[in-house]
């Protein structure tokens, strides 16, 4: 590369995406990336116009993503592109990802990693055989506050964890579900096109890769109990975990999207024999630090008393909120550390490792519930 930058390919991410925004300004935020070419949309006068809008060569802007990996695989090695980002629904990020992996592009995908466990697994086969970059962008592991909590609990400040709780609650699906026609009409419902799951894929994915990232440890066993609320309507809503940890602690993973009215509202507490930790989405710039016998701390990003971790990703001095964008542009300078093969800290971004326990945490909660409420190992 003659800039050193990483080319970077979109597949979806159109000027009609809602998600396509977040990527494309995180992708240029640390100046690691240049954006050459993709397919933006499945519709060509959207696909075309979001290329002008960037300014691409209109040469590199594909009809599908077939033809890109042919014609892109071909090109000179200081021309293609080096990295794909995938931000399509469900059903298409197993052989999108697996044609680009198949040919020798580092793959950056939105979650889930796939519509099954089996397609997630081929998928890290085919990564590990070519040696390449797989990151599935749980967003939220980016911000400051959180590698900070991580790096405490690791560092065993809060003591032996003893009880767990992650929750996301969005209502956006509840002005959908009322309505037989919206409700089978809206692809977030569709099994063809999300997979066995809605709110288990979409949001409590989220909530069970949190907590085992900021715990340092995997969830081993759980139960669930989905709700779907219409009996014509195939896919979760509204969902309840009890989870227990590899060390034998107890707690819960809840996701739904009929919280009537909330917004993104992701949390998380982990409580520990000498103190507890709890972060909100929607106020990240929080990190609370409660023990029995002081005064509740607040900690907050930009500070030195933050790990070197959450340091590295604080852009802005002390007092300015670190926000969305800010999260997912630190996992792309992760990725593009990993794929200039730089020193590389555990945490900086979500691997596929991630993805694959992200798919066996959906099948296994949907088979929990399928079969009475059953408690179920996770093996991955």
């Not at 063809?192 to 081993?220: P, Q, R, W, Y």
């Not at 694959?356 to 079969?371: D, L, W, Y």
């Amino acid at each position: 590369m003659s800039n050193n930058k990483i080319k970077l390919g979109f597949v979806g991410g159109g000027n009609d995406s809602l998600i396509g925004v977040l990527h494309k300004v995180a992708a240029v935020m640390f100046d690691q990336y240049e954006i050459v070419g993709g397919v933006f949309s499945s519709n060509q006068d959207i696909n075309k116009s979001t290329a002008i809008d960037l300014g691409l060569d209109l040469s590199r802007v594909y009809n599908n993503y077939e033809e890109m990996a042919e014609v892109e695989s071909g090109l000179d090695a200081n021309t293609k592109i080096e990295a794909v980002c995938i931000l399509t629904p469900n059903f298409l990020h197993f052989p999108m990802a697996k044609i680009f992996l198949q040919n020798g592009f580092h793959v950056i995908c939105e979650k889930p990693l796939s519509i099954s466990l089996k397609e997630a697994l081929e998928l890290k086969e085919i990564k590990q055989s070519k040696n390449l970059v797989f990151a599935v962008t749980h967003t939220y592991t980016g911000y400051p506050m959180i590698r900070q909590m991580t790096r405490m609990i690791s560092e065993n400040i809060i003591g032996d964890i003893q009880r767990v709780d992650s929750t996301y609650f969005q209502g956006w699906i509840n002005d959908i579900i009322h309505d037989k026609d919206k409700r089978s009409s809206t692809w977030r419902l569709n099994p063809d096109v999300s997979g066995i799951s809605s709110c288990l894929a979409d949001i409590g994915t989220h909530a069970f890769n949190m907590l085992e990232l900021v715990c340092g440890m995997k969830v081993k066993k759980i139960l669930a109990d989905l709700n779907n609320l219409y009996d014509d309507n195939p896919l979760d809503i509204d969902v309840s975990v009890l989870v227990r940890m590899e060390n034998g602690c107890k707690g819960t993973i809840r996701s739904t999207q009929i919280a009537t009215g909330l917004e993104n509202n992701l949390n998380i507490s982990v409580y520990g024999s000498k103190g507890s930790l709890s972060w909100e989405q929607e106020n990240p710039n929080y990190l609370y630090y409660h023990t029995s016998n002081k005064p509740l701390q607040v900690l907050k990003p930009g500070h030195l008393y933050n790990s070197d971790l959450s340091l590295d990703g604080t852009k802005l001095p002390a007092g300015h909120p670190e926000g969305i964008f800010d999260a997912m542009g630190n996992i792309y300078r992760g990725v593009a550390r990993a794929i200039k093969d730089e020193k590389n800290e555990i945490g900086e971004f979500p691997t596929i490792d991630e993805g694959v326990r992200g798919m066996e945490f959906i099948e296994k909660a949907v088979e929990s519930n399928k079969n009475g409420n059953i408690w179920m190992e996770l093996d991955s």
